[in-house]
């Protein structure tokens, strides 16, 4: 119990929320065609990636922002932000990892990333994202034996640009909604993957986001696709300095599934939540969607969502290929004034499919929590099954907890099933621990961590741990 | 449609003694809708069920002016035989007919509102389409204790007299305390391609008891829309039953006030479709304080290219702990063209709370129908026996014996 405690008052304010004192490039400040070319340029991107972003600045230009989501806020000026934003060091990109910049090297170490392979963390090879760039990959040598591709995304549009050209877009098209739009139009870096047909990548791949400049929006876009009979399992984290202001992150990712392959992304979201008056923090308006276009295929998402003043995003599955299975599995947790609006869409297209939705809530303090999800069965979608069960829990008065599933059905011999339930922590189980000598806290976390162990159970071991630690700590002062 | 409307508006006012004052609120109420227009599928509420557009493509252009100086002929034979009732007669939207011959009559009331103007929370543009073209309404008014001795049916009757008309209808009810209440709407159209839009306001005092049936069952080339708004106080129930069948295109909205502890409101649904028929559900319960309950049943069964939706809301402010709410909707589709759409929602600001809801859609079950044909039945008929066990699980929620039979018999539903 001892160790546990310290551990949450070592954590009990935001843990990452230091900022690295290092030197940027920025982009001008503003959005126009020519903050999109200089973007381009610095990246040396071919004439077809600057015609796509082009493409999809002009489509943006006539687009409203949404209004119709739960949270509200207060009007972004994107004409005030920062599209670009890179360590000077990485200007010409360090060939290894030991020529890269010890200040980055130090960031990720107290983030618990160590980037030297040496650290050998676990065996997940890290992609690492500060701000606009990718900073370092590891484990690449190991990868590319088996023939897998994961690099950042500006070194695939440079070595790969088949795989890009043929992928980038086709799950989120340069014509999507507003956020998606306008990251097709300014997005800087991320995480390319590729795994080559019958492949089972070895080690779990990750990503780990961190934005640390002042007045940038992030926008990074991972692509992932599986080749047929192809298995990877993805993780992402993220954290950003404390910071006064809001800060925009809108990325876009794309999961493509060919025929027998499987993707399981995971997401640990820890973004800045903002301080205990709910000032600061990060809107986090992110794309997700990835697309089931072989047969056979399996595309699972799993987040837990702890951070963020606003979580808005809807991790989809678009069910193209006959047989094909989506998933999705949802922990998210507000506390003091976060405000989250999140689900899923399961679009069934092919026959046979079958998705499946668990989705737990809680909120406390003076949050706001709203699932929304859309389960779509097409009249072609002959046989297909849909589970959802959403439970939300409340602690406290002031805060909300909604429930906003769309359920259509088209066709007659598909099934859709769906359960919503609402409840507080029971005084029961509550007095059981207590008598147990558990204090109303850890009593608390216990029940809260078993409300939530059928989505945990789904996250990778080192995550799993990760997670949990994060699921007592958000709730922290949450109770009595 | 604007000079129409304009046009329709100055000569049905024109018949009407109003004072200048009613007939600016009228014309406040007419140039919103003009602005609003009929609703369109890109307001939320309105997003599974395009009013605007159904009403062109069924309709083509509305006109909105009825000519209500001559009285139509009451055709008795609508009447439901062999239960005694009060009646309120609707021909072609003018009342024909107030019938208390079963009460005592000092204890109802019966006032002509008709200058009122209803503003209702939770409403669209048509109830301000409602209110500048409705020229009668009457508010029914059951005194302190009186319980009714026999239910009030009104009948909503159209005939061939009518085409591609908008009819509006506005009725209020007020039951003070201790006081009960049963109606049924039944629905008789022998008219096509009309546009009713019907308001009806119920406040509900302490202990009255509230219980409403609504009954679209024949076959009808009309577009109906229907806003139920309940207030309720202390201890009062509501009940509605809604069975929605015959109409081309029918929406019943109810809204719920739960302003009184201990209040409830129970709403059940049956969709039975059709041919192409596109029927709507939209509930939505308010717990506005604490200790009150809601409890929800909808079923659909769906044949050839029909449509149903159910849109249904549990709202729970931050007082309302306590609150019990609870709604399942359920759909068999028959055919590979049907379609379901549902959307549950749940907004909850309370933490002492037990809500759920729950929703279902699929085929009919393949093995039940094995276990019935194994019986020596045929495939026709466990089909119809399933179907049959599946509606009246919600007939049997209707807490009135009397009409429960009556309703049964109706729509042909064994025990």
Same mark, same amino acid.
């Given at each position: ?214 007045? =940038?929006?992030?926008?990074?876009? =991972? ?198 339930? =609402? ?58 | ?125 048509? !109830? ?135 209040? !409830? ?6 969709? !039975? ?100 044909? !194994? ?41």
């Amino acid at each position: 119990m001892d160790n546990r405690q310290k551990e949450i008052n070592n954590l009990k304010d935001y843990k990452y929320g230091f900022s690295t004192d290092i030197e940027n490039i920025q982009a001008p400040k503003g959005l126009n065609e020519d903050v999109i070319k200089f973007i381009s340029n610095i990246k040396k991107e071919p004439q077809w990636m600057l015609e796509f972003r082009l493409k999809a600045f002009e489509r943006f230009k006539v687009l409203k922002e949404p209004d119709w989501q739960k949270p509200k806020f207060p009007k972004i000026d994107y004409q005030d932000l920062y599209y670009y934003s890179a360590p000077k060091s990485m200007k010409d990109k360090p060939k290894s990892l030991d020529e890269l910049d010890p200040k980055l090297l130090e960031t990720y170490k107290k983030l618990g990333i160590p980037l030297q392979e040496q650290a050998r963390l676990n065996g997940i090879a890290v992609d690492a994202v500060f701000d606009s760039v990718s900073v370092a990959t590891t484990f690449k040598d190991e990868l590319t034996k088996q023939g897998i591709i994961f690099c950042p995304i500006s070194e695939a549009i440079q070595n790969h640009p088949e795989l890009v050209k043929k992928y980038l877009g086709s799950v989120i098209p340069t014509s999507d909604h507003f956020f998606a739009t306008l990251n097709s139009a300014v997005f800087t870096d991320g995480s390319f993957v590729y795994i080559p047909e019958g492949v089972r990548c070895p080690m779990e791949l990750s990503t780990y986001f961190r934005i640390n400049a002042s007045n =940038t929006g992030q926008f990074e876009r =991972t692509l992932i696709i599986a080749d047929k009979g192809s298995y990877v399992s993805y993780l992402e984290g993220c954290t950003a300095p404390m910071r006064d202001e809001n800060q925009l992150h809108a990325a876009n990712v794309e999961l493509i599934a060919l025929d027998d392959a499987e993707i399981k992304y995971s997401t640990v979201q820890n973004w800045y939540p903002g301080d205990k008056d709910g000032k600061g923090g990060i809107y986090n308006f992110v794309t997700k969607r990835g697309l089931c276009k072989g047969k056979n295929s399996k595309i699972s998402w799993t987040q837990v969502e702890t951070g963020s003043a606003i979580t808005w995003k809807y991790p989809s599955c678009i069910l193209k290929g006959d047989n094909s299975v989506g998933e999705f599995y949802s922990i998210a947790i507000t506390n003091n004034h976060q405000k989250a609006d999140t689900g899923t869409k399961m679009i069934h297209l092919g026959k046979n499919t079958k998705s499946k939705i668990i989705s737990k809530g809680i909120s406390a303090g003076s949050s706001d929590m709203t699932y929304r999800g859309l389960v779509d069965i097409s009249s072609k979608a002959k046989n297909s099954t849909n589970y959802t069960q959403c439970d939300s829990l409340l602690m406290g008065n002031k805060c909300g907890a909604h429930t906003v599933p769309y359920i259509k059905n088209k066709n007659s011999e598909s099934n859709i099933a769906h359960e919503a339930t =609402t409840s507080k922590i029971s005084e029961e189980q509550l007095h059981y621990c207590q008598q147990r000598g558990l204090n109303p806290e850890e009593a608390v976390g216990l029940i809260v961590n078993g409300f939530c162990k059928e989505v945990l159970q789904q996250l990778p071991m080192e995550f799993a741990v990760e997670a949990q630690k994060l699921v007592g700590i958000s709730l922290e002062g949450s109770v009595g | 449609m604007k000079e129409q409307l304009q046009k329709d508006f100055n000569n049905s006012i024109k018949n009407l003694n109003l004072s200048q004052k009613d007939i600016e609120i009228k014309k406040f109420c007419l140039s919103n809708f003009i602005d609003k227009g009929f609703p369109n599928r890109k307001e939320e509420d309105w997003k599974f069920s395009d009013l605007n557009q159904i009403i062109k493509n069924n309709i083509g252009e509305l006109s909105f002016y009825n000519d209500q100086a001559s009285t139509n002929k009451v055709d008795t034979s609508v009447f439901v035989d062999g239960l005694e009732h009060n009646k309120i007669v609707f021909i072609n939207g003018r009342i024909e007919k107030i019938d208390f011959d079963y009460e005592k009559k000092d204890q109802i009331e019966i006032i002509d509102q008709s200058e009122t103007i209803n503003e209702f929370k939770n409403s669209n543009s048509l !109830s301000d389409l409602n209110n500048a073209f409705t020229n009668k309404c009457f508010k029914i008014l059951v005194k302190k204790g009186y319980q009714l001795v026999k239910p009030l049916i009104i009948y909503h009757t159209t005939n061939s007299k009518i085409w591609s008309k908008n009819i509006n209808l506005r009725l209020n009810f007020e039951l003070d305390k201790d006081s009960s209440l049963r109606i049924i709407d039944l629905f008789n159209d022998t008219s096509e391609k009309n546009f009713l839009n019907i308001f009806y306001n119920f406040e509900l005092k302490e202990n009255a008891v509230l219980k409403n049936y609504k009954v679209d069952r024949f076959e009808n080339k009309n577009i109906k829309y229907s806003f139920n708004n309940i207030n309720q106080n202390k201890n009062s129930i509501s009940e509605t039953f809604i069975l929605s069948s015959g109409s081309r295109f029918s929406k019943n909205e109810i809204n719920c006030n739960l302003n009184g502890v201990y209040a !409830s409101a129970f709403v059940n649904g049956v969709f !039975s479709l059709n041919n192409e028929k596109h029927h709507e559900i939209r509930s939505i319960i308010n717990h506005l304080t604490e200790k009150t309950k809601s409890y929800q049943l909808i079923k659909s069964v769906l044949d050839e290219r029909s449509k149903a939706v159910y849109q249904g809301k549990i709202f729970v402010n931050s007082e309302a702990q306590k609150t019990d709410g609870y709604q399942l909707s359920k759909a068999i589709l028959l055919n590979k063209e049907s379609e379901f759409n549902a959307k549950p929602e749940l907004e909850i600001y309370a933490d002492d709370v037990k809500c759920s809801h729950g929703s279902a859609s699929g085929s009919l079950n393949e093995e039940s129908i094995f276990y019935l044909m !194994s019986r020596g039945l045929s495939n026709k008929q466990s089909r119809e026996l399933l179907i049959n066990g599946f509606l009246l699980d919600v007939v049997e929620k209707i807490t009135d014996s009397e009409i429960k039979n009556l309703i049964k018999n109706m729509i042909g539903i064994k025990e």
